[in-house]
């Protein structure tokens, strides 16, 4: 199936009509740009508060759990609707290798053997 198309060239009424859609285009762009910038100034502050508000009901959280500040912690969910239960787990560093760490070990050319703590004589 071929396509034809054919050219008017728009004078008159016809050019009017013609630019008034441009004109409805380009208003509809020029605010949704300005909508756009304000939502992001907005999220931009929603994030911050959330940022602060973060860094200081996690400071309660160590204070009231004993806990520092500096270590790794998660909180868990996903027993709350079920059980009413809220768990915090600290998450501790674990110094063998993981599989994601061996596999870059094989292919920065290190060996799995290295990675895992055992010499490469």
């Known amino acids: 199936m071929s396509k034809t198309t ?7 009424a016809l ?15 020029e605010k949704k740009e300005e909508i756009e910038k304000r939502a992001q ?14 860094i200081e009901t996690w ?6 759990a004993g806990l520092e500040p500096t270590g790794s ?13 809220v768990f915090l787990r600290v998450v501790e560093q674990d110094e063998r290798p993981s599989i994601v760490d061996m596999m870059q070990g094989l292919a920065d050319g290190q ?4 990675r895992m703590g055992f010499d490469e004589d």
């Not at 054919?6 to 008159?12: D, L, P, Q, S």
């Not at 100034?41 to 973060?54: I, N, S």
Request: overall charge negative.
């Open 111 to 114: 060996g799995a053997m290295g």
């Open 73 to 85: 912690y998660e909180l868990d969910f996903s027993y709350q609707e079920e059980h009413g239960d």
């Open 6 to 12: 054919r050219t008017i060239k728009m004078t008159g």
């Open 59 to 64: 400071s309660d959280i160590h204070n009231l």
């Open 41 to 54: 100034f907005e999220l931009d502050g929603l994030a911050t508060y959330t940022q602060e508000k973060h």
């Open 15 to 29: 050019l009017e009509a013609a630019l008034a859609v441009k004109a409805c285009d380009d208003a509809f762009q």
